[in-house]
Each structure stands twice: as C-alpha cells, then as structure tokens.
C-alpha cells in the first residue's frame, strides 16, 4: 500500500490533468507536462513560446494559451472534486462505487449531477416524506405496480407524523420520487444533451413593451435552435430580456399539431425506472409522477443549465471577437518615427491640436474654431499651416468621434492649400482617448497639458505607435468588442490582457524610451518593476546593455530570464542587445561568428552567408535546432518588427461626399471594423460603408476575419447609396453585377441585406445595431451615458463637448456606416 494514499491521488489527478490537455491539443503528454512546469515556475507564455522551444518541443503560443486556460479550468475542477469527496465522506456516504463516479467525471457539470443526492439543502417535501416514514411506500409502487396505490397508502397514514390521509401519503412518496428521479446524474446527464441538440429559444415581447423596445423588433416573435444560435443573437436576446422588453423560453423541443402529449423526455425517464402503462393499478400514479417529476423539477433544472451553457458559449464568442479585434488594433502598422499632429475633434469647444516630434514628445499644442459656432476656418487653417511647416509635421491624425467629418474637411482643404507642406492626413479610431486623458498616468505623463488636449496628444502617438500609445488605456475601454459590459469581467480582462502581452513581447520594447504601462505588458515585469527601471533611466541615463538592467533594484536573475529577451537596446554596447536573441544565447551568436570569420556588423542582414549555414552545427546541451534557426532568422534581419508596413488608401479625388457616390463605382478604402455580419469600410466620404459577410468573398464566409482586418487597404465596388438615411452598401466582389446584392437573409439577422439593416440585435438603423444599441445608449457594449471626462467606454461625452454615442470602435463604424442613431 502507498504510504500516503491522499498524496498518491493527487499524483493520479495530475497525471490525468496533463494528459486530457495533451489529448486535446493533440500533442504528447510530456509536452504538456514540460509547459505546465515552466508556467508552475512563473515562466510567461511568450517567453516559453519563444525562449523554451526545445522543452515544449515547439508549442506555440496559440496552443500554450489554451493551454494555460484548461489548466485553469481543470485544476478549479480537481478542486471542486477534492471539495465534493470531503463532503459526501463527511456524511458517511462516500463507498468505492461513489468515489469511482466521482473520480471518473470529465465536466464540472458532471460532477455536480453526481453531487446533487448529496449536497446539503433545505428541508425538502421529499426529506419531510422520508422522516414521515413514507421512503417504503415509494420504495413498493415503483417496486411493484401491481399495488393498488390507495390501498397500499393506507397503511401509512399517521396523523402525528403529518400524514393526514392516503392523498398525503401518496403526495410524500411522489415528491421522494421527484427527487429521485431528478437526481440520476446519468439520466440528467442524457436529458440535457438531448435537449441542447431538439430545444429551441423562443423569444416573445412582452405586452405593452412594443414601443419602448423597438431596437429588439426582430425577436418581438421569434425562435431558433440552441445549436444554430450564433453568440450576437443570443446576447441580444439575453440583453432584450434584461431590459424588460422580451421573454425567454427554453423549450425542450418543437411540438407540432396533433404530437402525443406525453413528450420523449418523460418516455426517456420512464424506461429508465422501469414505468410503463400495461393497465395495472399504480402505472397511472407512476406516468403522473413522471410527468409531475419532468414539469416541474428536471425541466426547470435543464432550463437553467441550458441558459448557462448558451450564455457560456455566446460569452466566450464574444470575448474571441473582442480579443481578435484587439489583437488587430494593437498591431497595426506604425506609422513610425514621423512629427505628427493630432487633432482632436469638436464642435463647440473647438479642436483640440497637439504636435509630437518623432520620439512623441510634444511640442507644441493650439485650439482652433474651424465649425459651428465661431465658423473660424481660414484662422485655423493657418494656425494649422504654421505648426505643420515649424514642427516639420509630415502626418495629420484625425480622431474619428464627433465632428470627424468637419475636422476631416478642414485637414483636406488645408492640404489643398498648402500642397508645399507635403502632409498626409489619417483617420485614427480615438476609442480610449479620453479614458486615458482623465488617467493618472496621463497626469503624471503630461502634467503641464489641460486634460482636454491630452486626447490630441494621444491620437498624434497612437498613428506612430499604436502600440506603444494603447497599453496606456485599460484594453475594454479600446472597445472593439460587441456586448463587452454584458461579458464577465474577470474572463474578458484575462483574455485582453493575454493580447496584450503577447502583442508586446512579439514586437519588443526599447528600454529606453518604453513608457511605464509598455515595460509593464513585457515578460517578467510587474507594475513596480517597471516604475523601477524608469526610475532608474531618469537617474542613471539610458541602458547602454541589457546586463545593466541586472542593476535595478528588484530585477532579479528569474525577472531578467523573463524579460532579457524582449528588451531592446538599440546603438548600446552590444548589436545584439537590439536583437530578439536572449542574452543566454549570445555564446551561440559568438560560434557562429568564429564560424563564418566575420563580425556581427557584417553578418547582420547577410542572408547569403547565413542561409548557408546548418543550424544542427551549432546545437548543444542547452540549444536545440529550433532556437538556432530563431537566431540564424533574427540574424538576417535583426529587430524586425512583425508589424505590416504603414500605408494609406488613395481616397478618389472628387468623391468627398454621399452625393459624389454612384452604384457601380470602384474605390479604395480602409477597413475600420468587423463585426460578425460584415466589414465597415471608409471609402473617404466620412461615412464608413457596410460590406455584409456574403459580398466579402465568393465563396462561403464562417468569420469575416478570414478575408479583412481591422486596417486593411481594399477596392470595394458601390451596390447602393441611401442618401436620406446615410447608407452605403459596398462588395468586395467586384467582378459580380451591380444588381446582384447581397441576399436579404430574414429578420433573424438584421444586418445582413443591402446595408440598410442594422446590427445583430438591433434591426434597421432606427434601432441601433448589435445589442440593440441605439444613440441612447451608446450602441454594441454600450453602458451608459459618458459624464465628466469619461469613466468608462460605451458612454456619452459631455464633459469635452462631444456627443458621441459610445466610445467604442465597432460603435463608431456603426454610426458612421449609418447603422446606428446619432
């Protein structure tokens, strides 16, 4: 026997852990194992992705990441299963049979049907039969049919244990069986399937609520299989009913005219305890208990269950759009090291201008009153004119928010004006913007700036950076997400911030000039140890190489591991300090350099000399070949950054408006965003077209993120132009007709059609668009109405002058395509 049995279990549970992953991933067991010990250790996944190739024999970070969450959710599940093992033993129930059941459960939701006889509750009408004496009487009607249930209750009626007469004898032995049969972890266990692939949700609006929630007009009637309910829908649904505007209900399945009362789930409970109708004496109390036990207990528990797993799944849709989306901003392609100015647009109090050298440092800031009310136009374009030829300004970056339009005409006639000035005007999302204005961080970043122009200054560094300047902004306030405040908040800020570091670590970080928040998004460094490598560069001047990092207080051997590889020292002591190669690796760089007989600058770049090398020369015990090709490619273009090379779209010239826009017309534009149900496209008339999922492509489309990202350049052919509503429905195909227009696919996805149709959730333009977000509240993952300076995303600004209806990316689309109420 093993000396310790409860240490033995745990090994067993591990070992199985590991192995469930490795199954899943489709990968070897001891690869897991090799990952799990390096995130045990406090290794991150970009350095195990790129550092520990050899260990994990060649995991990505794709699968390291999934990785990462089942073990969360397996290990939170060992934990339950320890939990429920205590409790049943604690009870003297647990024997061999039990404990097996509960080892052998794969689910969470398993597990909790076995635990379900045995989980403490309150005294039930079942439990209060049991100490009435009446667990026998159920024992012999379901035992034996044979009896005449009135007869036999007889028998038990005893007025001093609350058993009045035969009708209450026979009521206590039905609830134990309702318990019973409630209680069958492997009957529920079927039900449930069987109802997630049959059922349906119906939705239904409530009466009187026709008016008030019109955005939710396409679910005013409507049902739809579980398994075919894509996540917009049932977010919409689901936020509908939370708003007091629909009613939902689970059926277990289509009942057609004429269908036998008795439905299959009762039948399947039935076979299973062995109930039928051959004309004996108790069969018709028994089918009246199984359908009492159906109707009023198993299906209310399936409903529940059945709610969570379609919220789970719709949740976690969403929450893979947000991170995707995410994922695209931050890596969009960085304009670069370029003076830019940034104007951050608005009405009444004026645009706000910020100038930023080609570090990002400001350099000069202005308002100006080109729009209504004041009307100073050519004041302000010569305030514009002035700065750009002072500061040497080569790009112009537009905010998107209220007053985009006017701003954006403002930039164009001043570049028409003043072609000497050789600029480039940009539109560029403000989503956080004011979020990170009103930030401490920007307090202490920019302290001399009022908080009004620090959104200006934000803009201008986003075009050169984006990622540099977003890390700054808590990633849900970046909103280009659907539905985001309805999502849980601790999954969506594990699944952002995962983004967030995986998009930093694979571009790297200048030690140097690297803000606060980016340091913090590097490998191995936390919120204090990045204050103190600051701290440290303020006194101490920059890093001339990485090992002089090893001199900030806190950064220790395990923190420099960690973070060494993604740090970048350009023109320090060291070439290869500029490098993605880990400093552990640089006796590897110095064999092949006495290899080849050259210097680092000489090899750098030379893909002749390095493309002739075998990486298996230069293996050893600690690096295998997966990390010298690494280093050979890091050596023939060093530094590279991952991010595709900053472009514009050639807008057309003359077509600057609605009017200018005919059917038929090919023009280049941007994707702004995409959404479940297409792509938004600017195409340089301030309003961003809509090219529904079925014109993206010829052939079938899953996820418009297959064919377009947020940032790409297209030619996009006009199929329709609706002037009075502000509407443009475009296709990528361009070879099609003009007539042929994407199908109109019914009112269970509003949205698709000719662009005239909102957003999941949210029918035509008047209703708003995903989730039913109309101009009152703020559109997809809307969340209220933004005071002051911008608590939170999805509200309405008012304490800057703006009156845009949300702060998010996809909102803006929306509006902008029109699909959304100003």
């Known amino acids: 026997m093993h000396p310790n049995p409860r240490r033995r279990r745990i090994k067993i549970v ?17 690869q897991v194992k090799a990952a799990v010990d390096l995130l045990d250790g406090g290794a991150t996944v970009p350095f195990i992705a790129r550092y520990r190739k050899e260990a994990t024999e060649m995991l990505d970070d794709a699968q390291l990441r999934t990785l990462e969450e089942r073990l969360r959710y397996l290990r939170e599940m060992e934990e339950r299963r320890t939990a429920i093992l205590e409790s049943i033993r604690s009870q003297g129930k647990l024997d061999e049979a039990l404990e097996a059941q509960i080892m052998g459960a794969d689910s969470k939701a398993r597990l909790e049907d076995i635990y379900l006889p045995y989980k403490p509750k309150r005294r039930t009408k079942a439990q209060i039969a049991r100490e009435a004496g009446l667990e026998p009487l159920a024992d012999q009607l379901i035992g034996d049919p044979t009896l005449d249930p009135q007869a036999i209750a007889a028998g038990y009626v005893d007025a001093d244990k609350g058993v009045a007469d035969t009708s ?17 972890a492997d009957l529920i266990g079927t039900l449930r399937e069987e109802m997630w692939t049959r059922g349906r949700l119906v939705a239904k609006v409530r009466e009187g609520r026709e008016e008030a929630g019109a955005k939710f007009a396409d679910y005013f009637d409507f049902a739809e299989p579980f398994t075919k309910l894509p996540s917009h829908r049932i977010l919409a649904m689901f936020r509908g009913e939370k708003e007091d505007v629909l009613d939902l209900v689970l059926e277990p399945e289509e009942v057609s005219e004429g269908a036998p009362v008795r439905s299959s789930y009762e039948a399947r409970i039935a076979d299973r305890f062995g109930v039928s109708d051959q004309g004996r004496p108790a069969d018709r109390w028994l089918l009246d208990t199984v359908r009492w036990a159906w ?8 409903g529940i269950d059945l709610r969570g797993r379609l919220w789970q799944a719709a949740e976690d849709e969403a929450v893979r759009v947000f991170a995707a989306n995410l994922r695209d901003l931050l890596l969009a392609a960085p304009a670069g090291t370029r003076p830019t100015m940034g104007l951050d647009p608005g009405l009444r109090t004026g645009v706000k201008v910020a100038v930023v050298d080609t570090t990002g440092k400001v350099v000069a800031t202005e308002t100006i009153y080109p729009h209504e009310p004041r009307r100073r136009w050519d004041e302000s374009i010569a305030i514009l004119a002035r700065l750009a030829a002072v500061c040497k300004v080569e790009l112009i970056a537009i905010g998107n928010g209220t007053a985009s339009r006017e701003t954006d005409k403002l930039a164009a006639d001043l570049l028409k004006r003043h072609p000497e000035l050789n600029l480039t005007k940009v539109m560029v999302s403000e989503a956080g913007a004011s979020v990170y204005s009103a930030s401490a961080y920007a307090s202490q970043e920019l302290p001399e700036l009022d908080v009004s122009l620090r959104g200006a200054v934000s803009i201008a560094r986003r075009l050169q950076d984006p990622l540099a300047e977003l890390v700054k902004i808590d990633p849900k306030s970046i909103g280009v997400g659907q539905y985001q405040h309805d999502l849980a908040e601790s999954k969506l800020s594990r699944s952002l911030d995962a983004v967030v570091e995986d998009c930093v670590n694979a571009v790297g970080v200048d030690v140097n000039t690297a803000s606060a928040p980016l340091l913090t998004r590097v490998s191995g460094i936390s919120d204090s140890l990045a204050r103190s490598i600051v701290a440290h560069r303020d006194a101490n001047g920059p890093f001339r190489s990485r090992g002089a990092l090893k001199s900030v207080p806190r950064l220790g051997p395990k923190a420099f591991e960690q973070c060494a590889g993604f740090l970048r020292i350009p023109d320090g002591d060291d070439p290869l300090d500029a490098s993605s190669v880990h400093p552990e690796a640089y006796p590897v760089v110095r064999r092949i350099l006495d290899t080849t007989g050259s210097d680092l600058k000489a090899l750098f770049g030379n893909a002749r000399t390095l493309r002739a090398l075998k990486p298996e020369q230069f293996v050893d015990e600690t690096f295998g070949v997966p990390t010298v090709t690494d280093i050979l490619a890091e050596l023939e273009k060093p530094g590279r950054d991952p991010r595709p090379e900053f472009k514009t779209a050639a807008f057309t010239e003359g077509v600057e408006t609605l009017a200018d826009l005919k059917p038929g017309m090919v023009l280049e534009g941007v994707v702004t965003n995409v959404a479940a149900f297409g792509a938004f496209v600017d195409i340089g008339v301030h309003q961003d077209g809509l090219v529904h999922v079925s014109a993206l492509s010829k052939t079938f489309v899953k996820d418009p993120r297959d064919v377009v990202k947020p940032g790409d350049i297209v030619r996009a052919r006009v199929l329709d132009v609706d002037i009075p509503r502000k509407r443009i429905s475009l296709t990528l195909r361009l070879d099609d007709e003009v007539e042929n227009r994407p199908e109109r696919r019914g009112p269970s996805e509003p949205g698709r059609g000719d662009g005239r149709r909102g957003g999941p959730g949210g029918g035509d333009g008047r209703r708003g668009g995903p989730g039913g977000g109309d101009g009152r509240r703020g559109g997809p993952a809307a969340g209220g109405h ?25 909102a803006d689309a929306l509006r902008r395509a029109g699909l959304l109420d100003r």
Request: glycine letters at 14%; hydrophobic letters at 35%.
């Open 14 to 30: 591990t070992t199985s852990v590991n192995q469930r992953i490795a199954d899943e991933l489709g990968v070897r067991e001891r």
């Open 168 to 184: 209450a004898a026979l009521d206590g032995a039905r609830a134990i069986l309702v318990e019973r049969f409630g209680e069958d």
């Open 295 to 302: 109707r009023t207990r198993i299906l209310v528990h399936l």
């Open 786 to 810: 933004r005071q002051g300076q911008g608590q939170g995303q999805g509200q309405q600004r008012q304490g800057q002058g703006r009156g845009a209806p949300a702060d998010t990316a996809l």
